[in-house]
């Protein structure tokens, strides 16, 4: 008897164990997991797919390597000279595509300026020769860039992105009417006809886009960017409005610009 209810107070006894083991887990199953918020305006919007991009800019524009080879030459020695140039401005567009893993690429239509030159000769010596009193110079440009933001490419889906920016393609220099004047010489100021000349080009920059609008509408990006333009040889022409001979080389030099620009850009698949 005494065994029958022993084991009645063990049965007991296991049962309510059970059941508070039972109940404590379902407590532990149901308990809410922590969720993290993301504050949607911290959140880009989707951009994959073509865009359109323009900006405005305003440049320091370098002309390196000056030089012209007189109408007397060789027996008259290469005359070389250290331009200098009024800062201009540049205004470029662009059709792309953003492939939103870090890379998107365009081709830009660039046109700077019309700037400005001037410059005396520094060599050889001794002189005198014949300085530069005055000249311009413009460039349009065609170019394919490459873009790569960092942040993008790790899966951060920011607002804010910086980037990196290198650009090839095909500069057309545009020197327009420029004058050579020499005090020495039988017609101490002579002007000679403008030309094109077309050059390589190459661009290296770096920038930050930032997304102006909110998700759920059309998505806007503007950019600031700092590029360096290497837009290569320009060369004026040789026919003069005055008498004289015909230079062997008119005047040459290497034209860059450092640009600092805005610029909007705004994706096409969800007009």
Do not use: C
């Not at 991009?53 to 027996?75: F, K, M, V």
Request: charged share 10%.
């Amino acid at each position: 008897m005494r065994s029958k209810v022993a084991a009645a107070a063990l049965s007991f006894m296991g049962a309510t164990a059970l059941t508070s083991i039972g109940a404590m887990a379902g407590g532990m199953e149901t308990a809410p997991s922590p969720v993290t918020v993301i504050n949607p305006k911290n959140v880009a919007s989707v951009t994959y797919g073509p865009y359109v991009r323009a900006e405005i800019g305003a440049g320091r524009t370098s002309l390196n390597d000056a030089y012209w080879l007189p109408p007397g030459y060789p027996a008259d020695p290469r005359v070389n000279f250290d331009l200098e140039s009024k800062n201009g401005g540049l205004a470029a567009i662009a059709f792309g595509y953003d492939w939103m893993n870090g890379f998107r690429g365009d081709i830009s239509l660039i046109a700077t300026s019309k700037t400005g030159l001037k410059g005396p000769w520094t060599s050889p010596t001794p002189g005198p020769h014949a300085d530069i009193t005055a000249g311009s110079v413009r460039t349009t440009a065609l170019m394919a860039n490459l873009f790569y933001s960092p942040l993008e490419q790790q899966g951060v889906n920011s607002r804010i992105q910086p980037f990196l920016v290198a650009g090839i393609g095909l500069a057309g220099n545009k020197v327009g009417q420029w004058t050579r004047t020499n005090a020495a010489a039988a017609t101490p100021v002579r002007t000679f006809e403008g030309s094109t000349t077309f050059s390589p080009a190459f661009s290296v920059g770096v920038g930050v886009s930032m997304q102006l609008t909110n998700v759920g509408t059309h998505p806007v990006m503007l950019e600031a960017s700092y590029r360096y333009y290497q837009f290569g040889k320009a060369q004026g022409g040789s026919a003069s409005t005055s008498a004289g001979g015909t230079p062997v080389q008119p005047l040459t030099f290497n034209t860059s610009d450092q640009v600092l620009s805005l610029g909007i850009r705004i994706p096409l698949n969800r007009l």
